[in-house]
């Protein structure tokens, strides 16, 4: 089956690699989560637990959409247009890294 842009002899569009913006989608969460983890910024440390409990769960919430976008631009690059790119492990290392200092600092 042929497409109008393959019968041109145009080749289709690629499909855009996870990049930059996954990337801070991913980090930023992380970042809030480890911060409540730690106390580090003190503006988190007046934090009642119901507070706790709802910005925790909107940053896992977040985290979850970053996987999600993730995902699918993973499966649409590897999968559709069968290429590699360095951009598609980088949000994996980001979480890996960022489970490595939950567990081994403590808080």
Do not use: C, F, N
């Not at 911060?35 to 503006?43: I, S, T």
């Not at 925790?56 to 590699?84: E, F, K, N, P």
């Amino acid at each position: 089956m042929t497409t109008a842009s393959s019968r041109d002899g145009q080749q289709p569009a690629l499909s855009k690699p996870p990049g930059l913006l996954v990337l801070s989608m991913t980090v930023l969460p992380l970042v809030g989560l480890l911060g409540m983890r730690y106390d580090k910024p003190r503006a988190l440390s007046g934090m009642t637990i119901a507070d706790e409990l709802l910005v925790g769960t909107l940053l896992t919430l977040a985290l979850a959409v970053s996987g999600l976008v993730w995902m699918i631009r993973t499966l649409h690059v590897v999968g559709q247009d069968q290429r590699w790119s360095w951009w598609i492990v980088v949000s994996p290392i980001a979480v890996a890294l960022a489970l490595l200092v939950y567990v081994v600092v403590p808080a």
